[in-house]
């Protein structure tokens, strides 16, 4: 798990318990932009650390609705920590809120990572992003994206590309393993 493996920091330093849990019938890969995607669950792991209890447990769970040649990927990322009120939640979702920029959060983020995450997870068709959450109980955030499991074609042949601009195959059981390098801990 290597978006965990950039949070290893915090990870450690509050001895946040890691766990991953995918369905089977998740496909081992399917088309999709894998940087945006392990950005949403960079920005959703590191999240669920900074507001975890030392000691807490962090639950990252991958499902999937398969639908012919489509994948509904849902990852939920959810955590025991302070819980967010029905009316801030409402709120997460805009550009720099930070539901409590008080000394708990100095200095961390931007109140910029979940706007993020929502405008990435908007430009997929038929996609979700949202969270369920109880003050005092805990988080958890989730989105659904639509994922073409087989290469879509494009142009005729003549040597071009088999597989439409701007996209990239993504393995993803892999997607918590290979973040790339460079993902900070402060969103
Ligand atoms: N897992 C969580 N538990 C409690 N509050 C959260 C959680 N994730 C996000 N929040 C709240 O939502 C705000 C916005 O999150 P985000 O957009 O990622 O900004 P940042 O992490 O830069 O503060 C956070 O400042 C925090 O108040
Ligand atoms: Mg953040």
Redesign the pocket.
């Known amino acids: 798990m290597q978006v965990v493996a950039a949070l290893h920091g915090m990870v450690a330093a509050k001895s946040i318990h890691m766990v991953k849990n995918f369905a089977p019938n998740v496909p081992t890969t399917v088309i999709g932009d894998r940087y945006r995607v392990e950005h949403i669950i960079s920005?959703f792991v590191?999240?669920?650390c900074?507001?975890s209890p030392r000691g807490g447990e962090v639950v990252v769970s991958v499902t999937s609705r398969n639908a012919g040649a489509f994948a509904e990927v849902t990852v939920t990322v959810s955590?025991q920590?302070?819980?967010?009120s029905p009316e801030n939640q409402e709120k997460?979702f805009r550009n720099f809120?930070?539901?409590?920029p008080s000394a708990l959060?100095k200095g961390?983020?931007?109140?910029?990572?979940?706007?993020l995450c929502k405008a990435i997870v908007d430009l997929h068709e038929g996609s979700k992003i949202g969270v369920r959450?109880e003050e005092g109980r805990g988080?958890s955030?989730y989105f659904t994206i639509r994922f073409p499991v087989d290469a879509p074609r494009v142009g005729g042949g003549g040597g071009g590309a088999a597989y439409a601009p701007n996209t990239a195959t993504a393995t993803t059981a892999s997607l918590l393993r290979a973040a790339p390098s460079g993902y900070g801990t402060?969103?």
Not at 97 to 100: P, T
Not at 108 to 115: C, I, K, P, R, V
């Open positions: 920005n590191s999240n669920a900074k507001f955590d920590g302070c819980g967010i997460l809120v930070q539901i409590r959060q961390q983020g931007s109140g910029l990572g979940l706007a959450s988080s955030f402060g969103r």
